[in-house]
């Protein structure tokens, strides 16, 4: 079993491109602006064109797109849930009764919720994915910063929260190879994760977060340990020998993306939902 090839969010994969080169707080707003339009979408056609153009960035981007899609493996099975959930639960007055099992009864809005759903999910996990394999994490922290200082004045620690918002994202492929090791150390001892029901399943992975938990604990200790010895002290007074300025590539950005827009409020006028949810 191995996890860590399915676990791209968090990777940074180095490249001169148009992409890589944009000032990292432009790709932070440009992508909270993508992942709010993902919001606003309630038809197959508008999430169609949004794909188009997120495989457009993995294309610009010279990101391997295989690399990338399969990050949305390790999602399918929260998803598929989730499409279940919204398949059998989802009863408004006007739905349709596609078919039933018991007293469950699937209708027609639940099965375009459940799968509508699911595919803003996965768009919105790919278009995360493009920035973090574009961007280092050191530029993350600096744009981030950069973008709550704003809020400094009112008592928001924009440093320490941006540096803790990058720590666990770096720490995602960490985690995830701690688990393997744990996993393959299980089944060296007998335990089989493939066999019997999807209780029994569940019931197996318990053991493994205990001590995953407590690996994760003292990864953390350890890093506060490092950063006290090296006489760390937050954001107050600290320099940066990198200053972050716009450039060509984020015209570029922000001409794309409001291009992009443009056309998606367009196909969403022009395409209305044709059941009501």
Same mark, same amino acid.
Request: hydrophobic share 55%; glycine share 6%.
């Given at each position: 079993?191995?996890?860590?090839?399915?676990?791209?969010?968090?990777?940074?994969?180095?490249?001169?491109?148009?992409? @890589? +080169? $944009?000032?990292?707080?432009?790709?932070?707003?440009?992508? *909270?602006?993508?992942?709010?339009?993902? %919001?606003?979408?309630?038809?197959?056609?508008?999430?169609?064109?949004? $794909?188009?153009?997120?495989?457009?960035?993995?294309?610009?981007? +010279?990101?391997?797109? #295989?690399?990338?899609?399969?990050?949305?493996?390790?999602?399918?099975?929260?998803? *598929?849930?989730?499409?279940? %959930? +919204?398949?059998?639960?989802?009863?408004?007055? @006007?739905?349709?009764?596609?078919?039933?099992?018991?007293?469950?009864?699937? /209708?027609?809005?639940?099965?375009?919720?459940? /799968?509508?759903?699911?595919?803003?999910?996965?768009?919105?996990?790919?278009?995360?994915? *493009?920035?973090?394999?574009?961007?280092?994490?050191?530029?993350?922290?600096?744009?981030?910063?950069?973008?709550?200082?704003?809020?400094?004045?009112?008592?928001?620690?924009? @440093?320490?929260?941006?540096? /803790?918002?990058?720590?666990?994202?770096?720490?995602?492929?960490?985690?995830?190879?701690?688990?393997?090791?744990?996993?393959?150390?299980?089944? $060296?001892? #007998?335990?089989?994760?493939?066999?019997?029901?999807?209780?029994?399943?569940?019931?197996?992975?318990?053991? *493994?977060?205990?001590?995953?938990?407590?690996?994760?604990?003292?990864?953390?200790?350890?890093?506060?340990?490092?950063?006290? $010895?090296?006489?760390?002290?937050?954001? #107050?007074?600290?320099?940066?020998?990198?200053?972050?300025?716009?450039?060509?590539?984020?015209t570029k950005a922000f001409a794309a993306v409001l291009l992009f827009t443009l056309i998606l409020v367009a196909v969403i006028r022009l395409f209305p939902?044709?059941?009501?949810?």
């Amino acid at each position: 079993m191995e996890l860590t090839k399915d676990i791209t969010l968090g990777v940074y994969i180095p490249r001169k491109t148009t992409v @890589h +080169q $944009a000032d990292p707080r432009s790709k932070i707003l440009l992508t *909270i602006l993508l992942i709010t339009l993902l %919001f606003f979408i309630k038809t197959y056609t508008a999430y169609g064109v949004y $794909a188009l153009f997120a495989l457009f960035l993995v294309w610009i981007s +010279q990101i391997p797109l #295989g690399y990338a899609v399969k990050g949305l493996k390790p999602m399918i099975p929260v998803l *598929i849930i989730m499409w279940i %959930f +919204q398949l059998f639960l989802q009863k408004p007055d @006007h739905a349709q009764v596609i078919f039933s099992l018991g007293f469950l009864e699937a /209708t027609d809005v639940g099965l375009r919720m459940g /799968t509508l759903m699911s595919i803003r999910v996965l768009l919105l996990f790919l278009i995360t994915t *493009i920035l973090t394999m574009a961007t280092s994490m050191v530029e993350l922290t600096d744009g981030i910063e950069a973008l709550l200082k704003l809020f400094r004045k009112i008592g928001v620690p924009s @440093h320490e929260l941006a540096m /803790t918002m990058v720590i666990a994202l770096r720490f995602v492929p960490t985690l995830a190879e701690e688990m393997e090791k744990i996993v393959k150390a299980q089944m $060296a001892r #007998g335990v089989d994760f493939d066999r019997g029901n999807f209780i029994q399943k569940t019931a197996k992975v318990f053991p *493994i977060f205990l001590p995953l938990f407590l690996n994760a604990f003292k990864r953390a200790e350890d890093l506060i340990i490092a950063m006290e $010895a090296r006489n760390y002290t937050g954001g #107050g007074g600290r320099t940066k020998m990198r200053q972050l300025r716009m450039g060509p590539a984020d015209t570029k950005a922000f001409a794309a993306v409001l291009l992009f827009t443009l056309i998606l409020v367009a196909v969403i006028r022009l395409f209305p939902p044709p059941i009501q949810i």
